[in-house]
């Protein structure tokens, strides 16, 4: 089995990052493995492509004439690849060894039609205390309480993993017409985000099936300094209330996964925390049970102002 990685970026001031990020797909323990790099409407991004990877047999290089965003990069990626499969990591992640191994291992054994992993923090700048685990899906990371029945560590299918984790079977997502690129970016909202929730929502539509989530196939999303700002991520829980609020709209069967998270926050995960508290009180504690409260609003405010805008 063939794997195809498409890595994107739209400027050269992410190309010290993608070229770590390159680095580690061209580092896999799996051998049959392809990268595919996008330069996203950018002549001197693919110039410093083709002068450090261009004499690479497993290395394709593409240039957009035109930025046209994340998924429209994407898509462009995946219709030039070769692979019987399609996988995606952003220009900001690392993959770890056994990354596509672990990708390629559930497709033979379980039959999948997509399949996707874990994404966990590297903090640039240093864990925020006040950030609860169960938010790190602010910050692009897999967060408590994802998971079959909740827990990120056991292995099952999911509706969908995060972007910069996910891979198709090429000729599955090339049916399905790839990534809707009028969610977010250049042509859409740029405050509607989840291409690969809308995707994976037409995956089950077609083929009854969702994303086979691997735990152990792990990428590492680096979380910069300006993403552990406080307004940063008040702002973006907000954004992404809205956006919840739009996949509805998108998809409106999309919406089970965020159903189910709400209950185990306020059903289980709330009055574990304030038992701890009473238990062993601490600042740090008791900062990230109120950061739970006002997430949970403000993602409820971009949600009902989603409701609004789309009546």
Not at 81 to 102: K, L, S
Not at 189 to 197: A, I, K, V, Y
Not at 205 to 221: I, K, R
Not at 272 to 282: E, G, K, W
């Amino acid at each position: 089995m063939r794997v195809s990685v498409v890595l994107c970026t739209h400027t050269l001031d992410r190309y010290d990052a993608l070229t770590e990020a390159a680095g580690s797909v061209l580092d896999q323990t799996y051998d049959d493995v392809e990268l595919v790099l996008v330069s996203d409407g950018d002549g001197a991004v693919r110039e410093r492509m083709v002068a450090d990877f261009g004499d690479r047999e497993d290395v394709r290089i593409h240039l957009l004439p035109e930025n046209v965003g994340l998924l429209g990069a994407r898509n462009a990626g995946a219709e030039v690849a070769t692979g019987d499969v399609v996988a995606f990591i952003d220009d900001d992640a690392v993959a770890d060894g056994r990354w596509i191994e672990r990708l390629v291992d559930a497709y033979e054994s379980r039959d999948r039609l997509a399949v996707g992993g874990r994404v966990v923090p590297a903090w640039l700048a240093g864990r925020p205390d006040f950030l609860p685990e169960e938010f790190y899906w602010i910050v692009g990371v897999t967060h408590r309480g994802f998971g079959p029945g909740g827990d990120p560590r056991t292995e099952g299918e999911v509706r969908n993993t995060n972007g910069s984790n996910i891979s198709f079977r090429r000729e599955v997502f090339l049916d399905l017409g790839g990534f809707d690129t009028e969610i977010g970016g250049r042509k859409g909202d740029n405050h509607l985000q989840g291409g690969e929730t809308e995707l994976c929502a037409r995956l089950r539509a077609e083929y009854g099936e969702g994303v086979w989530y691997v735990p152990d196939a792990t990428v590492a999303h680096k979380v910069f300094d300006y993403r552990t700002d406080p307004r940063w991520i008040a702002e973006r829980a907000f954004w992404q209330g809205y956006s919840k609020r739009g996949m509805q709209r998108f998809a409106p069967e999309s919406a089970g996964e965020e159903g189910e998270f709400l209950g185990r926050l306020l059903g289980e995960y709330v009055p574990a925390r304030l038992s701890r508290l009473v238990r062993r009180p601490s600042r740090e504690g008791i900062e990230q049970l109120l950061a739970l409260f006002v997430l949970t609003a403000l993602v409820g405010f971009g949600y009902l102002y989603g409701v609004v805008k789309w009546r």
